[in-house]
């Protein structure tokens, strides 16, 4: 496999070499290339529930906060806030500045189009449409009546109960804000007006997408209009190969992710670009907030007599294979080994006492394991490689490993329905707080009503997790936080593998992209 992959960079290189670019130096339109290889299904912002869907919606809204390169939350249409002394009460006054796109909704003629200024009841509006979408939790913690305007520059969030880590959450992408003229009289999915540093052109079925400037976009930087770009095009190559050779061709300017193809191609061991490509591309990376782990849900095992019933076979899993040859052989030391709990190193302010390699700890755990040592694991194809290390790991202490690949919808429905005992999961951060992953495994979060797909259940965790959000203090939270990771730990529900890193490998022409551990993509500073 190596080989052929191998072979197949050697012949793009080749053609690579051999091509005279139609491109001028300087062009004299700025368009910035990209490509989303599993399409985008909507560009309604209460639909952002991807990370194709969350880039795309990135570029045409903006919400009340947002995040820094830093993750500091800094104001976006939000100029400034007050919270209540019980923490209850959010108040936020609006830039007065801030125009929607054109559209026809916004004018009487519907020959013409134009716009209209932003005004706190249109987050009103915005705010209530998510209570039937399926973004429909991230309002839970607002009371049902608790959004509204005390006048066009004044808006009010009112919650059921303290949430430390509630502005965060408003950075994401399903509170930006729309127009309910344009929601209400056309398929807004598909025809989004927004307030972002660039509006919807068009959009054309697994071809392209393009976004055009928005020349009446309100934030500028050292006294320069934003955006800098004219236009961004969005392709929908599914073929890694197609990607490829259009990166290096120049067609692209940006490629996010760590492919085999581009692996092999562009990265040396140590995870850093090859010297042969320094001059050509930028490498972009950070630790990114994603833990890749395998999760067991123990009722399920119990229930198919599976091995993993036993702590003792849990245990032993943990500690029979290496994490740091992962992130070194297969991920090319992009990424951190996950030696510790679900939360990833760079947001956890505590240790705790995860899993290590240690085969005599293995050999002791199993020695007086009466049992059948065969289980089963559930995968996609995209995660074979480490599933197949794992496998030849096991095998060393006598344990059999079958991997059973499902198609990736089927996977997900499984997972999500408690169809598995044992099963491949990740968990990418919807915001920066260790408590969206301890959500994972909230008893009254149980899937498929919710992210506990392990179906833990634990009272004194559930205690403890309610317990969270009526504690401010970092150091206070950060010791429940510790206590919840060693509860997760001590149950062996989880085995975690790896804290992974966002990558882009970016065309030399681009400056000014800037990446963070949420890995969003943000275009508006961005020059070619």
């Known amino acids: 496999m190596i080989n ?8 793009l290189l080749f053609l690579f070499s051999c091509k005279n670019s139609s491109k001028t130096e300087n062009e004299t339109v700025k368009i910035f290339r990209y490509n989303e290889s599993t399409g985008i299904t909507s560009l309604d912002p209460i639909e952002s529930s991807n990370k194709s869907n969350i880039w795309a919606v990135n570029h045409l809204f903006n919400g009340l906060v947002e995040f820094d390169e ?6 976006s249409l939000a100029k400034k806030w007050y919270v209540s002394s019980n923490n209850l009460k959010y108040t936020f006054i609006l830039r007065n500045d801030v125009f929607f796109h054109d559209s026809k909704f916004f004018s009487k003629s519907k020959n013409t189009k134009t716009s209209r200024a932003v005004v706190a009841k249109d987050f009103v509006y915005s705010f209530n449409r998510l209570n039937n979408s399926s973004g429909h939790w991230v309002r839970n913690f607002i009371l049902e009546d608790g959004v509204y305007a005390e006048n066009d520059t004044t808006l009010i969030l009112e919650l059921k109960q303290p949430f430390p880590s509630f502005l965060s959450l408003l950075t994401m992408k399903y509170f930006s804000v729309v127009p309910h003229e344009v929601v209400e009289n056309s398929d807004f999915s598909r025809n989004p007006i927004g307030t972002g540093p660039f509006k919807f052109k068009t959009w054309k079925d697994n071809v392209k997408m393009v ?17 800098f770009l004219d236009a961004i095009n969005i392709s929908f190559l599914k073929s890694e190969e197609s990607i490829f050779i259009n990166f290096i061709q120049g067609d692209l300017d940006l490629v996010s992710g760590l492919s085999p193809i581009f692996k092999e191609a562009f990265l040396n061991l140590d995870g850093e670009l090859n010297n042969r490509y320094k001059n050509k591309f930028k490498l972009y990376k950070t630790p990114y907030l994603n833990t890749e782990y395998l999760a067991i849900n123990l009722q399920k095992c119990i229930f198919d007599s599976s091995p993993l019933m036993e702590k003792k076979m849990r245990d032993a899993i943990n500690y029979s294979f290496d994490r740091k040859k992962i992130v070194k052989y297969l991920k090319n030391n992009i990424g951190y080994p996950a030696n510790a709990g679900i939360v990833p190193s760079i947001l956890a302010n505590y ?13 002791d755990l199993l020695i007086d394991l009466n049992i059948e040592k065969d289980i089963t694991l559930y995968t996609t194809s995209s995660y074979l490689d480490i599933c197949e290390y794992l496998q030849s790991s096991f095998s060393n202490f006598g344990i059999n490993l079958n991997i059973k690949v499902e198609p990736s919808s089927i996977f997900k429905q499984k997972a999500s329905e408690g169809e ?6 990740s968990w990418i951060a919807d915001y920066p707080d260790p408590e969206n992953y301890f959500s994972l495994f909230y008893s009254d979060y149980k899937s498929p009503n919710g992210p506990n797909k392990t179906h833990f259940s634990n009272n004194r965790f559930d205690e403890l997790y309610n317990s969270s959000f009526y504690i401010h203090g970092k150091n206070e939270r950060d010791s429940l936080f510790k206590l919840m990771e060693d509860l997760i730990l001590n149950q062996s529900t989880i085995v975690p593998l790896y804290y992974d890193m966002a990558l882009r490998f970016v065309s030399k022409d681009i400056e000014g992209l800037s990446i963070n551990p949420m890995n969003l993509l943000s275009l508006k500073k961005v020059k070619k």
């Open 4 to 11: 052929k992959l191998n072979s197949l960079i050697i012949l």
């Open 420 to 425: 598995y005992c044992f099963f491949r999961a």
């Open 351 to 363: 240790s705790v006492n995860g899993f290590e390699y240690k085969p005599d700890t293995v050999y």
């Open 70 to 75: 830093n993750l500091e939350i800094i104001p």
């Open 211 to 227: 976004l055009l400037k928005n020349n009446n976009y309100f934030e500028k930087i050292n006294g320069e209009d934003l955006p």
